[in-house]
């Protein structure tokens, strides 16, 4: 064999172990150069040049070209198209970005057959619902987002949250998450557990996730129990809303526990002091304090001293003079003085006087004292005698020459 023979053969083989690169196919290049914001790669094992174009390096639009490969790195890249026809100097243009994105898809894909979940973090708010980046961009349908409406969806940009795939189209770059059902079987589980361990007569904390005209709805993390309007304080409640507010954080008192029905009632005034805990110090035997008529009955009036605590004014205990019905002398909202005759705090029972704080007609300047006849009768579970509650033992005045 000639040179020149010899020659042209190891030109051939030469060029024979070129490398063919076809659109799709994955290559190694190793960076040559880096020139008006792209990369000049060399294809090896292909003797030919490449551009890897900054937007194909990385989605960052932010980001900088010499942040993302030196020259001498050798980096995976995939085909995108042919820029020349000439095999020994013709360029391609290059992307690794795209590589990426379809190792993510496949993953994905992976993860979809399975039944797996995604972690992907929410990047911006659309018409429709959130945009996320699970590797590849993705979408949850405002419908999708939690297990009820929610109305401003921006509190969620910036979150890291678990999703199911529902669609997936790699060749559309579709890929559809929701979040709703797990949400719905996160609560499950919590308020299983919650069920589970919860007794009346626990003492836990909560926040104010409701307000109705009937109570407040307390979550408990996980489920909610209510507060009934009668369970907020031991003053009367107009409104939850005058006392409560969403969101705040309060100790609760558990009544009952019904898993049957999914219902917890609870209690706020229940850790609270009630009225007549300190009624010694609002109200001591002797004292002469303020109060106003709430009630009108055959056998007296009820006073209310304080938020929460009425005493009784006997109708022996209203005047001097006789009178048939205490509305003679009373009425409803009038504001009086009256004197402590006796207290029970136990079984909330408070004796009160009007008529000891006058003068007995006849009598300038003494003053009549009560006796324990006046104010002491048998008690029903309300703290008064059944006597006081249906008229039948009115109590006649001591003097009798009053009548």
């Excluded at 039944?115 to 419908?143: H, M, N, Q, Y």
């Excluded at 009955?297 to 009178?323: D, K, N, R, Y």
Aim: net charge negative.
């Amino acid at each position: 064999m000639s040179e020149q023979d010899y020659s042209q053969s190891e030109m051939e083989k030469a060029l024979n172990s070129v490398q063919e690169i076809k659109v799709g196919d994955v290559v190694k290049g190793e960076v040559l150069a880096i020139d008006d914001n792209q990369l000049v790669v060399g294809v090896q094992g292909a003797g030919v040049e490449g551009v890897v174009p900054l937007k194909e390096l990385t989605a960052d639009r932010n980001a900088k070209i010499e942040d993302q490969a030196q020259v001498g790195d050798v980096i995976e890249l995939v085909v995108l198209s042919s820029l020349g026809h000439d095999k020994e100097n013709g360029n391609y243009l290059l992307s690794r970005r795209r590589l990426e994105a379809r190792k993510v898809w496949s993953d994905i894909e992976a993860k979809f057959k399975a039944g797996e979940t995604l972690s992907v973090k929410v990047t911006e708010v659309v018409k429709g619902g959130l945009v996320v980046d699970a590797g590849v961009r993705g979408f949850i349908p405002a419908s999708m987002v939690d297990d009820h409406y929610v109305d401003d969806l921006k509190s969620y940009v910036g979150q890291t949250m678990e999703v199911k795939i529902i669609e997936i189209e790699p060749s559309e770059n579709r890929l559809i998450l929701s979040r709703r059902e797990l949400v719905k079987a996160e609560k499950e589980a919590k308020k299983a557990e919650i069920f589970a361990k919860l007794l009346p007569g626990d003492v836990v904390e909560g926040k104010v996730a409701r307000l109705t005209n009937f109570g407040a709805f307390i979550d408990l993390g996980g489920i909610d129990g209510l507060v009934h309007i009668s369970e907020i304080a031991h003053e009367h409640v107009n409104k939850p809303s005058d006392v409560l507010k969403v969101g705040e954080e309060v100790k609760v008192k558990v009544l009952n526990v019904d898993a049957d029905k999914d219902r917890i009632s609870l209690s706020i005034k229940a850790l609270q002091p009630g009225p007549w805990d300190k009624i010694a110090e609002v109200a001591p035997v002797g004292a002469t304090i303020e109060g106003t008529v709430k009630r009108l009955t055959t056998f007296g009036a009820f006073v209310e001293v304080a938020p929460g605590v009425e005493g009784l004014v006997h109708i022996s205990q209203i005047s001097h003079q006789h009178i048939a019905t205490p509305n003679e002398v009373l009425k409803e909202g009038e504001v009086v003085q009256v004197k402590v005759l006796s207290e029970d705090p136990e079984n909330k029972r408070l004796s009160l006087s009007i008529k000891a704080l006058t003068e007995k007609p006849g009598e300038e300047g003494k003053e009549e004292e009560a006796t324990p006849s006046d104010y002491e009768m048998p008690e029903t579970s309300n703290g008064f005698s059944l006597g006081e509650m249906i008229g039948d033992a009115l109590k006649k005045d001591s003097d009798d020459s009053d009548k």
